[in-house]
């Protein structure tokens, strides 16, 4: 019996940061970190702004890489924890 909730124990931490999606921040904007903050781990990634959009507590960010290709991402803006979903704020 001990075995059997362990492996349960186990299966659910397993599975809870899958679980655990990130979203837009539902904290006033006060609590938000600077957009520059953003920029900075962008260019970190060798990729480069070309616009940042505020949108329902997330930062639309899009940017291009050192091919020119276009790259879209979302970010919490008060953790910038970066979001499965692009297009996160918007709806």
Do not use: H
Request: aromatic share 4%.
């Amino acid at each position: 019996m001990k075995r059997v909730a362990a492996l349960s124990l186990a299966m659910a931490l397993l599975a809870s940061p899958s679980l655990a999606a990130a979203t837009c921040s539902s904290a006033p904007p006060t609590q938000w970190q600077p957009q520059s903050k953003v920029v900075d781990m962008l260019k970190a990634e060798g990729l480069s702004v070309v616009q940042i959009k505020v949108e329902n507590g997330c930062f639309e960010v899009y940017a291009k890489d050192g091919n020119g290709n276009r790259v879209n991402r979302a970010y919490n803006a008060e953790t910038l924890e970066m979001l499965d979903n692009a297009e996160a704020g918007e709806g």
